[in-house]
Every structure is written in structure tokens, then in C-alpha cells.
């Protein structure tokens, strides 16, 4: 009977204790929670945002242009591919290279950064291959390496499909014009187009580049040139279309940098090698007195194997890389060196007023820095004749120059 009681009060000890956990955990607890929440939810406007993580404002750092500049080229893809750039940039540090020249829209028309800029992104040109190109433009800032954002303007693929409108057409003005090689072009002389590469520009500015180069900056010269026509410049002279884009990239770019106190912005033009010494726009509306006057640097793009046979009485120029080099930027000089600005003043002399004209020297020919070639075609290109273009461009007076390869494959041993 006594164990049968003792066994009853510890069963009903046991249920007391039960019912007071349940009560605790599923009526006090839950409700002095709630209370507590109720409480710090009221009044956390303030406790909240002090305590959420700030957003991270990137500023960018800029490199001062090197004198003289000494660079290579890199494509998107191989800026893509990290231990490829790594090379590259062991050969800068081993070598007198300081500048590098990169991709970040090719003939493809595809920007391949991440923008921010809502009007960029509207157009869906991103196909982001350098995800991280701030990061390792930040990285070359470090070793004081001067670079060099590469845009391939009027040759686009992909706007062209975005925007036909805006494109050159084959004669009849029905079908979209291509070249040879089966790219489309947009015409020079559409403004809405010129817009877009202005904020191209200034988005790669915000991530650090210190200078835009712009390339196929001409009129189209290979393909049906019998079977084309273009919409929106038709009615005025090519050279105009080309020298009026210039001058509104110098309006809309080169202000960028001088407000803030920051290095400002450079801004480059790639020119057919021709330009130096023929005597008219060779119908792509590119003459080198009309890119003086626009842009910090212009480079004439002096390979020596795209010059036709018996340039200068060279069979094959290319198997002549110091001669077609040195005449070329010799003629590039001379043509830089007369373009003088004459103004006229009103001096007394002798008690006679009378109107005095000066000569100021423009100095256009420090804008000069050729783009040299560093790739087998015509003939086999070592260190000889690699360095034998170098030469040729301290012999013309010139003390900068780039290297080009589409392989980005650099001969070193041609390097300081």
C-alpha cells in the first residue's frame, strides 16, 4: 500500500513539474520574447542603422602618363585568364614596359566590365569576361603601370543587330553593309551612337583607366566599297563627320579629372599608318592634322607588312621594318611640325601702332606614339626587328611607342 502511494505522489510531482515547463515554454517564455522584440523593433530605427554594414564607395586611383610610355597590348581574353596576364605583367616589371594597353570593347561591339551606369546598361552590350578588371587595374595602379582602356569604336557587331538604323547599308539602304571579313559597321555620323561610346568612356574612367584609346575611328575601307552607303552622313565630307567626333569626344572626356584635382583623363587616337604620308583621307575620312588639335596622343599604326608592295621601292616593306618605320614617323613629325598657331598682336614700336604676327609652336609632335608591330606576318619578326622599329622611332625624334600582338606574345628579348 505504501509503495503503491509513494508511487502516486511521484507521479503527480512529475506532472506538476511537466505542466510547469509547458506552461513556461509555450505561454511565459514565448510572450516575455515577444515583449522584447515588440520593444527593440519600436525603437530601432536609429540602433539599426547604425549597426547595418556601410555600402563601399570604390575610388580609384590614377597613374601620372609615364615619359615616354612604353607599352603592350592585352586582349579582353587574355585579361580574362590570370596566369596569362600574370606573364604579362612580370614582363612589365622585367622590362622598360610601363604602360598596358587593354580591351574593353572589340569589333564585336561586347563591353566586357560589369556598368552601373543605367543609360550604358539599357543597350545589353555586357558580356562580362574581366568581372574583376577593377581589381586588377587597382593591382597595376601598385606597380605605378600606366593603363590604357582600347575601344574599337565604328566596327560593331553587336549594336548594329541592336540598333540597324544606326548601321551602314549596302546601297539600296535595305540590308545591313559588312566588310570582308563579314563585320558590320555603324555609321560615323550617327550622334546617338557617339553618345554611347561617350559613356563607355567615362565608365571605364570610373574604374580606373587613365586613358581611352580609340580605334577604328575611321569609315570602312575593306569590302564591296561599289555596294555601300550611309545613312546619316551622306551629305557631308567624311573628314568633317571624323574631325566632328573628334572634337566632341575632347568636349564630353577631357574635363573628367580637372574639377576634382585628380589626374585628368587622357585620350588617344589609333590612325592608319598611311595617314602620315598620304595626301588625302585615302576615303576613310582620317587626316593626321585633324587629330592634333583632339586628343593627347595620336599613334599611327606603322606595321611594316600592312603597306602595300613597292611602298618607298620596298618589295616587301615588311622584311624592312627600320626604313618603313623611320620614313613614316619622319613624314608624321614634319607634317606635326607645321602645324604652328600664328597669332597677331598690336605693339607700339617707334611710337607706331602696328599689328605684329607670332609663330607659337604647338609642340603636336610630343603627341606622337606609333603603334609598332611585334607579330610574323610578311616576315618572321625576332628582337632585330622588333628593336630595329624602336630605333627607328628615337631616330624620327620620338621617344614613345606600343607594341601590338593579337597573340599577346611579346618578343623580350627585344626589351630594355
Known amino acids: ?52 554594414p556601410e555600402k563601399i ?36 616589371d622585367d622590362t622598360e614596359i610601363n604602360a598596358i594597353v587593354i580591351d574593353i570593347k572589340d569589333y564585336s561591339g561586347k563591353i566586357v566590365f560589369p556598368v552601373e551606369n543605367a543609360a550604358l546598361k539599357q543597350y545589353g552590350s555586357e558580356d562580362i569576361r574581366n568581372p574583376d578588371l577593377r581589381e586588377f587595374i587597382e593591382s597595376l595602379h601598385k606597380k605605378s603601370i600606366y593603363v590604357i582602356a582600347r575601344i574599337a569604336v565604328f566596327q560593331d557587331a553587336y549594336f548594329v543587330k541592336f540598333r540597324p538604323d544606326l548601321a551602314v547599308k549596302n546601297l539600296a539602304g535595305e540590308a545591313v553593309w559588312k566588310d570582308y571579313k563579314g563585320i558590320s559597321w555603324i555609321d560615323p555620323g550617327s550622334r546617338e551612337y557617339w553618345d554611347y561610346i561617350v559613356l563607355l568612356s567615362k565608365e571605364a574612367r570610373k ?29 557631308t565630307p567624311k573628314t568633317l563627320v571624323m574631325k566632328s567626333f573628334f572634337a566632341y569626344l575632347r ?40 587629330t592634333f588639335p583632339y586628343f593627347d596622343y595620336v599613334s599611327p599604326m606603322v606595321y611594316p607588312s600592312h603597306y602595300s608592295s613597292n611602298f618607298q621601292g620596298f618589295q616587301n616593306p615588311a622584311k624592312y621594318p627600320y626604313e618603313v618605320v623611320h620614313f613614316s614617323m619622319m613624314s608624321a613629325v614634319d607634317r606635326a611640325s607645321k602645324m604652328n598657331m600664328v597669332t597677331t598682336t598690336t605693339e607700339i614700336i617707334n611710337d607706331t601702332t602696328t599689328k605684329v604676327s607670332h609663330i607659337e609652336d604647338l609642340n603636336y609632335k610630343e603627341k606622337l606614339r606609333p603603334w609598332l608591330q611585334d607579330f610574323n606576318l610578311g616576315a618572321d619578326y625576332g628582337s632585330a626587328e622588333v628593336r630595329a622599329e624602336i630605333k627607328a622611332t628615337y631616330d624620327a625624334g620620338l621617344d614613345s611607342w606600343m607594341l601590338w600582338s593579337a597573340s599577346n606574345k611579346y618578343t623580350s628579348d627585344a626589351l630594355e
Open 57 to 92: 564607395i570604390f575610388t580609384p586611383s590614377y597613374v601620372s602618363t609615364p615619359k615616354p610610355v612604353k607599352g603592350i597590348y592585352l586582349t579582353s581574353w587574355t585579361a580574362s585568364n590570370v596566369k596569362l596576364r600574370n606573364d604579362l605583367v612580370k614582363l612589365i
Open 207 to 235: 574604374i580606373g583607366f587613365d586613358e581611352i584609346n580609340f580605334d577604328y575611328i575611321r569609315f570602312p575601307s575593306d569590302g564591296n566599297m561599289q555596294d555601300i552607303s550611309y545613312p546619316w552622313s551622306s551629305t
Open 251 to 290: 568636349d564630353s572626356l577631357i574635363p573628367l579629372g580637372d574639377a576634382s584635382g585628380e589626374e585628368r583623363l587622357k585620350i588617344s587616337a589609333d590612325l592608319f599608318g598611311m595617314t602620315t604620308s598620304a595626301k588625302d583621307d585615302m576615303g576613310i575620312g582620317q587626316l593626321l592634322e585633324n
Open 1 to 52: 500500500m505504501r509503495a503503491i502511494l509513494a508511487k502516486n505522489r511521484q507521479a503527480v510531482l512529475l506532472s506538476v513539474v511537466l505542466l510547469f515547463f509547458l506552461v513556461f515554454f509555450f505561454i511565459l517564455l514565448p510572450k516575455a520574447l515577444s515583449d522584447h522584440y515588440v520593444f527593440s523593433l519600436e525603437n530601432s530605427t536609429s540602433s539599426l542603422s547604425a549597426i547595418a
